[in-house]
Nanobody, 128 residues
Framework: QLQLVESGGQLVQAGDSLRLSCVASVIASGRSFNDYAVAWFRRAPGKEREFVAA???????SYSDSVTGRFTISRDSAKNAMYLQMNSVKPEEAAVYSC??????????????????WGQGTQVTVSS
């Protein structure tokens, strides 16, 4: 019902800014991208998948403690897109960043098991 494609990952230096994008397509008939909670997760080599930021179906935004104040999640429903603006990126934040979406999710949006739709991921590399 939903396909997600990320872009924007690249090699940056510590302290730089970066914006990741995720575009949704093939939304089921009668459904709008507005009806999906969206989120960003990341996975560094040898580590578990980690929550980064989310917008639930009611529009509430949440962030992991480590990125609060530096990262901003947003969405543009007219473009079926979501974004992650990353400022002051740190070397330890190098990872594969994946976007996720779930139909009308209003709680537990920080948990990856709550999402059925995932992008393939985009690599962010941070040099120190």
């Amino acid at each position: 019902q939903l396909q997600l494609v990320e872009s924007g990952g690249q090699l940056v230096q510590a302290g730089d800014s970066l914006r990741l994008s995720c575009v949704a397509s093939v939304i089921a008939s009668g459904r709008s991208f507005n009806d999906y909670a969206v989120a960003w997760f990341r996975r560094a080599p040898g580590k578990e998948r980690e929550f980064v930021a989310a917008i639930n179906w009611l529009g509430r935004k949440s962030y992991s403690d480590s990125v609060t104040g530096r990262f901003t999640i947003s969405r543009d429903s007219a473009k079926n897109a979501m974004y992650l603006q990353m400022n002051s990126v740190k070397p330890e934040e190098a990872a594969v960043y994946s976007c996720a979406a779930e139909w009308r999710l209003i709680s537990g949006e920080t948990r990856p098991d709550k999402y059925n739709y995932w992008g393939q991921g985009t690599q962010v590399t941070v040099s120190s």
